[in-house]
């Protein structure tokens, strides 16, 4: 599947695509071992799609980034619950990368 990553995850690791990418493959082969031990199943990355900045160019709208109007924290000054960022997320999928994988994380 789909790996969806945003700027605050980028800027939290140092702003290093490789920094980020070991992340991802950290997160996957800790993810693997319960999955392979537990169901026979192993989790694989497809692709990946890493905003390097904040903001929604591209009608990317789940990429957020600290910012001091939210006191540090990801997100619109307006506070968005997980459920509407997962729907800007499946927004995004369906209209740009609709036919790509079966499935995205963020």
Not at 67 to 79: E, F, V
């Amino acid at each position: 599947h789909g790996v969806a990553v945003d700027a605050g995850f980028y800027q939290l690791y140092q702003s290093s695509l490789t920094n980020v990418q070991n992340a991802i493959s950290n997160l996957y082969a800790a993810a693997n071992a319960i999955y392979l031990a537990q169901f026979n199943i192993y989790l694989e990355v497809g692709t990946t799609k890493i905003m390097t900045t904040p903001g929604s160019m591209g009608g990317v709208n789940w990429n957020w980034a600290p910012s001091q109007a939210n006191g540090g924290i990801c997100g619109p000054p307006d506070t968005i619950d997980i459920y509407d960022h997962l729907e800007q997320l499946e927004e995004w999928r369906v209209n740009s990368v609709p036919t790509s994988m079966a499935s995205w994380m963020l």
